[in-house]
């Protein structure tokens, strides 16, 4: 709901107020940003207002907007923090300031953005109109309210009024100031195999912290979810904020506290080799920064954001649809295979009740290891003389769909599509471009090359009975030809996605970036399932997932068994182990099925049937994290159904502890259930009260093992 009551604006949440007013010099300001206070204006009560921001009522000639919390900030006036915009005007000089003009409440409209994915589905939307008249500048600011999810979703556009074209620096999407306090921020970093680990800073005064990723692709080293709290805040306690931005390029995160401890959060695209012409007339967009408050710490947080994602974030079929049960080829066979050798996987997984067969790098061109042939998507008859339809008529012959690895925002410099273009590339005149892997990226912001991939790809996919695609994206995006190049690349990403998605509606894509390296909603608007790392081992897992689930849900998270030792890290782990970490994402195999014994072909068999039931769980129900895997020896998860009346738990005991010939017990209490209800075990029929399960909690019994994981599944009687 959006309330306007004098000077003042009220976003209304279920459960928080955002409220916004301007004062006498027309400065859009914050009051407040947290849990729900009444409807007033407050701009009537000068004792309110003094208490507040003591400067507003300083006998000053104008106010130091310094010390004032504002909506989007900009520096050289009386403002000198971290500005929300920062551009050259047309007298070569950075000055602006911003003044509110009018207000406009846009009742249950879908609020969407050429070009950009965004949150879809009716919501009320409050467009504020600031100016800069000497400069011609002016600044839409929009809030999407998502009551239910207590969220904000925020955007500005920014547009040329004046007369000659002005340069922009920086456009962040969402500024937000939060009053005097102590703040802690938690962001996620890592790298190839440590996706998302999570980090955690104490904020001081006079200090301002950035954190970006400008691998050109997101998330590889930052992921764009950050969280502010209150200090000590946990997964149950503590004011918690969260920010993240719908963006799939270089983004940046500033937190910057000034000498009174107020902190300033600002979060958009980075400035980092960004500049941005704007001619009279024209407008910038920026992404939307989602932002959400919970005041019962991180769970709660986590479960907005991944209620909010699965219903207006995820586009496809897909988002809210059973997901095959996948074999992978990539580290059963790696690059060496052909169609007689895939066959076989398949049928050993058709019997233990996979339900897609997914064909990893490899299969194009003369593609036998990495050094060629990315952009040639064409089907190497030498590995597969039947091509890919032949192989597809097999698969589904057997009872088998079929899905496939491409990569084709790549090119390998040894390719015939590098032969016949070199100037697609992505490089600077005269500098041979840096290549990674054996490969270089091709230029998205020139829409012939977007033409050309998305026919590339389509014809691919009409060629055979393709159901499922893995999307990856292999290497950096750096040697930038322009300063604004990389968002650019961001929206030729963007606009092949949309392009591509809506031909082949009914087609799964999943999202991978050497692993988990592009995690991040604008690619969930498209892909409603991401890879999310190369690391399989199910004890680096625990903390991966764990740490990708505080932003994203549990159905955008890819999960594979895989065999060991582990090939990433060389770790043995049991099948049980492997299986019950992958069931918390969505479900597969990569593996050769080959050589396991029928023993564990046969568990192997029952882990497939179990996951397909318990998927629907997964998928839609409440997730809880009991145990978290960065602060002790054990990890526990916990879903449970919207309705109270199914459970599923896992726990992991890292190291083995012995008490007396068995592992010590390890009691939690569980979450999300009804206490007056009666549970019952579904493998053991033991019945437990809701209230027992709750407030005493129950012992989690580990085997005698390191890396043990033991299961719970509960329905309520
Ligand atoms: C990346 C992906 C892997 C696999 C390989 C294939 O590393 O993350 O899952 O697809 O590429 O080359």
Request: charged share 20%; aromatic share 10%; glycine share 8%.
């Amino acid at each position: 709901m959006i309330i306007q009551n004098g000077k003042t604006i009220h976003l209304q949440t279920e459960n928080t107020s955002y409220v916004m007013y301007r004062n006498a010099e027309e400065d859009l300001l914050n009051f407040h940003y947290g849990r729900k206070i009444a409807d007033v204006d407050y701009t009537q009560d000068p004792e309110l207002l003094r208490e507040a921001f003591p400067v507003l009522v300083s006998t000053a000639k104008h106010p130091h907007l310094s010390s004032l919390p504002q909506e989007y900030p900009v520096y050289g006036r009386s403002e000198q923090r971290h500005p929300a915009l920062q551009l050259v005007n047309a007298l070569g000089n950075s000055i602006l300031c911003l003044k509110y003009k009018e207000a406009r409440v846009l009742e249950g409209q879908s609020f969407q953005m050429t070009g950009m994915p965004t949150l879809f589905g009716k919501a009320d939307t409050l467009e504020v109109v600031l100016a800069d008249d000497a400069v011609g500048i002016e600044v839409l600011l929009y809030y999407v309210v998502f009551e239910k999810y207590d969220v904000i979703a925020r955007s500005a556009v920014i547009v040329n009024r004046g007369d000659a074209s002005i340069e922009l620096q920086s456009a962040y999407s969402a500024n937000v100031d939060l009053p005097q306090g102590k703040y802690e921020l938690i962001h996620f970093c890592g790298d190839w195999g440590r996706e998302r680990g999570l980090e955690r800073t104490v904020l001081s005064k006079g200090a301002l912290v950035e954190i970006c990723d400008n691998t050109g692709r997101g998330s590889r080293w930052n992921n764009p979810f950050v969280m502010v709290t209150t200090p000590g805040g946990d997964e149950q306690t503590g004011e918690v904020y969260g920010f993240n931005l719908i963006y799939s390029g270089n983004h940046s995160t500033v937190a910057q506290m000034d000498w009174a401890g107020r902190l300033r959060i600002q979060q958009g695209i980075s400035d980092q080799s960004f500049s941005w012409v704007l001619e009279p007339g024209e407008e910038f967009l920026t992404p939307q920064s989602v932002i959400c408050y919970s005041d019962s710490g991180f769970g709660q947080l986590s479960q907005k954001y991944h209620g909010l994602y699965q219903n207006h974030l995820m586009r496809s079929e897909w988002a809210k649809k059973q997901r095959p049960i996948l074999l992978n080829s990539w580290e059963g066979c790696y690059f060496d295979f052909d169609q007689q050798k895939l066959l076989a996987m398949a049928e050993k997984a058709k019997a233990v009740g996979i339900e897609l067969f997914v064909l990893d790098d490899g299969w194009f061109g003369k593609r036998d290891d990495a050094q060629s042939s990315l952009g040639d998507w064409v089907v190497n008859r030498k590995k597969l003389p039947e091509g890919l339809s032949g192989l597809a008529e097999k698969l589904n012959a057997m009872g088998l769909e079929f899905g496939l690895w491409f990569e084709p925002e790549m090119v390998s410099p040894d390719s015939q599509l590098c032969r016949a273009h070199p100037d697609w590339v992505v490089r600077v005149p005269q500098i041979e471009p840096i290549e990674y892997r054996y490969q270089w990226v091709l230029d998205l912001s020139k829409a012939e090359v977007c033409d050309y991939l998305v026919e590339a790809v389509s014809q691919v996919l009409q060629s055979a009975n393709i159901t499922y695609v893995k999307w990856d994206m292999n290497r950096i995006v750096c040697d930038a030809p322009f300063d604004g190049f990389h968002h650019c690349y961001v929206l030729g990403y963007y606009n092949i996605m949309s392009r591509l998605t809506e031909r082949f509606p009914h087609i799964l894509f999943e999202g991978c970036c050497s692993g988990g390296g592009r995690f991040d909603p604008g690619v969930l608007a498209y892909m409603p399932q991401i890879w999310a790392s190369d690391n399989s081992d199910a004890i680096a897992r625990l903390k991966i997932q764990y740490s990708t689930s505080m932003c994203y849900p549990l159905s955008a998270i890819g999960a594979h068994v895989s065999a060991v030792p582990n090939h990433q890290v060389g770790r043995v782990t049991s099948l049980k182990t492997r299986a019950d970490v992958a069931y918390f994402g969505m479900f597969g195999y990569e593996l050769d099925l080959a050589q396991l014994t029928d023993e564990e072909l046969e568990q192997v068999k029952a882990q497939t049937a179990f996951a397909k039931g318990i998927q629907p769980l997964i998928r839609e129900g409440i997730f809880h994290r009991l145990r978290s895997p960065f602060q002790g020896n054990e990890c526990v998860w916990q879903v449970a159904s919207e309705d109270q009346t199914h459970t599923f738990v896992m726990g992991c005991r890292v190291l083995s502890i012995i008490r007396n010939g068995r592992q010590l017990e390890d009691k939690v209490r569980l979450r999300g259930l009804d206490p007056e209800a009666v549970y019952e075990d579904v493998n053991t029929g033991k019945r437990y009260p809701g209230s027992l399960l709750m407030h005493r909690g129950i012992a989690l019994r580990y085997a005698v093992q390191d890396f043990a994981t033991c299961t719970l599944e509960l329905k309520k009687v």
